[in-house]
C-alpha cells in the first residue's frame, strides 16, 4: 500500500503537520479497538478507509479559500440598493467538542456598497466554513467577516439555525432542540428596522 506523505496545513493561522493517511487509518482502527470490537472482523475491516475517505469530504473546507471564492465581484448593480437575502443555505457541520454533527440552515444577507458577487459564492463561504471543526457561534463570525473583508457591504446580516447532536444523541439527550445565533453588522445593526426585516424574510 502506498502510503500519502504528511503535509503542511494551514489551521487557525498556525500551520500543523498533517498525518498521513496510514497514519489515520490506524487512528480509526485504535478508536474502534478502544469502542471495544475488532477492527478485523469482516464487518469492520473496511471502516477505517470509509472513516478516512468520509473525514476527506466532510473536513474539505480546510483546503479552500473563501477569499478566493468572493474575489470575482461586479461592480454594476444598476442603482439596485436594497439587500440581497439567500434563504435556507443547508449547513453540515461538526462540533470542536464532540467532532459530533450539527445541522441546519443558514440565512445570509448583505447591502451592496460598490460591489456585487455571484449569489452560489455565499452559499459556498458558508460551505467552506462549515466544513471545518466549528462551534455555531464561530460559524456565523467567519461568515460574516469574509464577507464584510472581501465585498465591503454597507451591512451583513446572518442567521444560523442548527440543531447538535452532540446535545441530542449523548448528555442531556434532549431531541428537536435548535440552537439560533445571529451577527449583524453595519445598516442592519444600526437600523432595528431593516434588522427586522431580514428575519422575517428569512423565516418567512
Known amino acids: 500500500m502506498s502510503v500519502i506523505p504528511a503535509k503542511p496545513v494551514l489551521v487557525s493561522d498556525e500551520t500543523v503537520q498533517r498525518p498521513s493517511r496510514e497514519q489515520a487509518l490506524e487512528a480509526v482502527r485504535t478508536l474502534i479497538a478502544w469502542a471495544g470490537d ?3 472482523r469482516p464487518g469492520l475491516v473496511d471502516t477505517p478507509k470509509r472513516v478516512v475517505d468520509a473525514y476527506g469530504e466532510w473536513f474539505d473546507g480546510y483546503e479552500a ?6 474575489s470575482r465581484t461586479f461592480e ?3 442603482g439596485y440598493d436594497d439587500m440581497v437575502i439567500l434563504r435556507d443555505i443547508e449547513v453540515e457541520s ?11 440552515k443558514a440565512y445570509v444577507a448583505y447591502l451592496p456598497g460598490e460591489k456585487v ?4 459564492k455565499l452559499a459556498r463561504v458558508v460551505e467552506i466554513f462549515a466544513r471545518r471543526l466549528q462551534n455555531q457561534e464561530t460559524l456565523t463570525n467567519d461568515i460574516i467577516d469574509a464577507i464584510e473583508s472581501h465585498l465591503q457591504p454597507r451591512g451583513v ?9 452532540c446535545m441530542t444523541t449523548r448528555g442531556v439527550h434532549h431531541r428537536h432542540v435548535s440552537t439560533i445565533t445571529t451577527r449583524f453588522t453595519g445598516a442592519f445593526k444600526e437600523d432595528p428596522a431593516l434588522m427586522d ?5 428569512a423565516k418567512a
Not at 479559500?65 to 468572493?70: P, Q, T
Not at 426585516?197 to 424574510?201: D, G, N, P, T, V
Open 94 to 104: 461538526h462540533c470542536e467538542h464532540h467532532m459530533a454533527p450539527f445541522l441546519g
Open 117 to 120: 458577487v455571484g449569489i452560489s
Open 197 to 201: 426585516r431580514f428575519l422575517k424574510l
Open 38 to 40: 475488532n477492527p478485523d
Open 76 to 78: 454594476d448593480v444598476t
Open 157 to 165: 446580516a446572518v442567521m444560523l439555525d442548527a440543531e447538535h447532536q
Open 65 to 70: 479559500d473563501a477569499a478566493k471564492e468572493l
